[in-house]
């Protein structure tokens, strides 16, 4: 089993920037491939990105592509998402999530574990 927790989420100016990060605890980290969703307060939680096992495959929402990156340290158990550019358009709180994929999927059934959740808010 494989437990997530994130954090760096908070309070930013439009046109700010965060990192998120997502500890995942036990020794098969590299076996999932990993994915951020986020869910606004009256909608329902939506794909953002996700990376493969080793990291050499990413795949970004329309709406995020050339603001966010996703990365991976495998060593640290860590998986990142630095957020540039901010709109209050990405203000939710964001999920990470653990799932056997080798590949990175935008597909919620395909995730198994997912973190409680860090909260993002976006000022204009």
């Known amino acids: 089993q494989v437990q997530l927790v994130e954090s760096g989420g908070g309070l930013v100016q439009a046109g700010g920037s965060l990192r998120l990060s997502c500890a995942a605890s036990g020794h098969t980290f590299s076996t999932y491939a990993m994915g951020w969703f986020r869910q606004a307060p009256g909608r329902v939680r939506e794909f953002v990105t996700a990376?493969?096992?080793?990291?050499?495959?990413?795949y970004y929402a329309g709406s995020v592509k050339g603001r966010f990156t996703i990365s991976r340290d495998n060593a640290k158990n860590t998986v990142y998402l630095q957020m540039n550019s901010l709109k209050p358009e990405d203000t939710a709180v964001y999920y990470c999530?653990?799932?056997?994929?080798?590949?990175?999927?935008?597909?919620?059934?395909?995730?198994?574990?997912w973190g409680q959740g860090t909260q993002v808010t976006v000022s204009t």
């Open positions: 999530a653990a799932g056997a994929r080798t590949y990175a999927t935008m597909t919620p059934t395909d995730y198994t574990y």
């Open positions: 990376i493969s096992r080793s990291g050499g495959s990413t």
